[in-house]
């Protein structure tokens, strides 16, 4: 694994390859900033997957001064959330190896969220995560899992990632026991109006009285107008710059115009 490397991906004939599309290096200066993690959602969380579908937020971070590896799950998130927080924590572990940083800053969109925060609480996370960025994440669960949940037999169609984001999985509820900031972690959470996936989008939230956490929806920035769905949101060049302010450790101003 490299920080300089070829992101890779095809979607070909319905299977993931991972040939590769775009190449990227970060600037001189990313190494004064903790290198970043992007944690991707469910079904975008595997080999070749994740460099595909999260090629452009890589990017424009990268750009933004950042050195940055997309993470990937083996079995593209469906199985326990848990243990792919485990497999996060050791890829963590490879990243801070390999920079010889203290700690990562982690981007994480829908599921990839839910296993970020998991890892953060824990599997001891909180002492090797400075900020947790979060968008479209059902922190609270999805109507959209627990609708799956039902009609597929109580299983989400066998699908453990996605029974997990159930509204009132045992899983989410041992997760939301107890406050929703764990150490000096920065949380921040975004969300738009009109995701489709998780619903109500105000899930997304995490609980802004227990301390260092930051919830903002990005219509209430940028108006009404400003269409993003929970899959257009992760190449959404408003939503990334409020990704990078997050990151930055500044106030969360989207720029409503970027692009």
Known sequence: MTLRKTLAGLLAAGMLTATPVLA???????????????????????????????????????????????FA????????????AARLGDFIDDVLAETGAAKVDLVAHSQGGVMARDYVKTLGGDAKVDSLVMYGTPNYGTQVASLATQWGG????????????????????ALNAGDDTIGAVRYTAIATEYDSVTTPYEN??????DGNITNVTVQSQCAAWRWADHFSITYDAVVV???VDALKGGPVQMNCFAF
């Open 24 to 70: 990227v290096t970060a600037p001189a200066e990313a190494a004064t900033a903790d290198p970043v993690v992007i944690v991707p959602g469910l079904f975008g969380n595997g080999p070749g997957a994740a460099q595909v579908g999260y090629a452009y937020l890589q990017a424009r971070l990268v750009s933004a001064g950042f050195d940055v590896e997309v």
């Open 73 to 84: 799950a083996p079995d593209y998130g469906t199985g326990d959330i848990h243990a792919n």
């Open 204 to 209: 997304a939230f995490l609980n802004a009285g």
């Open 241 to 243: 710059d409020g990704v």
């Open 154 to 173: 109580g299983s989400c169609f066998a699908i453990v990632g996605c029974a997990q984001q159930a509204i009132g999985s045992s899983y989410l509820t």
